[in-house]
């Protein structure tokens, strides 16, 4: 199994400002995956990155506010931009792990004022 | 479109008691089946899931989920919980050509179990 660190685990930020959150995987995989679980909502996927080329969205999120980047088969960076309250959340990201299994990491709680 | 429903938002339960978390699905092809688990400050674990073959599937710590196709249902069960059992449960279904590996997993909006003593 994999093993999936996040940075930052929790943020406070201002309305405007935007926030970096890492992903980092302690082995080589090609499909990474970030997803945003809103206050008594489900997990939904934002996009799927793989290295070397650039993020897939999924319909209602965008790449101006949520841009990817995926520089390497063990780390990827997820930037939620120019945030409102709507965008407080837990952010996780996760790995394809083979055999129809997905690793997540602890998230990231943001709250933004 | 596919679409999960945890009916229970919360299911306490006392230690040693049985629980079922029941998880209904809707979707107009086959799906692959998944139970997750989120112990406080974690993250997402895998529990169990169902790809083909047997209807009823275990975990390593006692918990068992039973596909029904005719019910579109995958609840999970343990006859007997454990105070560290408490945690918040996901149900989550796919229909890619390998499950989940291809990041369409679909989420309920999970139940949080809590097993007191």
Redesign the interface.
Known sequence: SAVISQKPSRDICQRGTSLTIQCQVDSQVTMMFWYRQQPGQSLTLIATANQGSEATYESGFVIDKFPISRPNLTFSTLTVSNMSPEDSSIYLCSVDGGYNEQFFGPGTRLTVL | AQS?TQLD?QVPVFEEAPVELRCNYSSSVSV?LFW?VQYP??????LL?Y?SGSTLVESINGFEAEFNKSQTSFHLRKPSVHISDTAEY?CAV?VGN?????????????TKLSVKP
Do not use: A, E, M
């Not at chain 2, 400050?41 to 895998?46: A, I, K, S």
């Not at chain 2, 390998?98 to 909006?109: A, D, M």
């Open positions: 999960v938002s692959y997750y400050n974690q993250g997402l674990q895998l899931k790809l996901f796919s390998y499950g989940g590996s291809q990041g369409n997993l679909i989420f309920g909006k999970g």
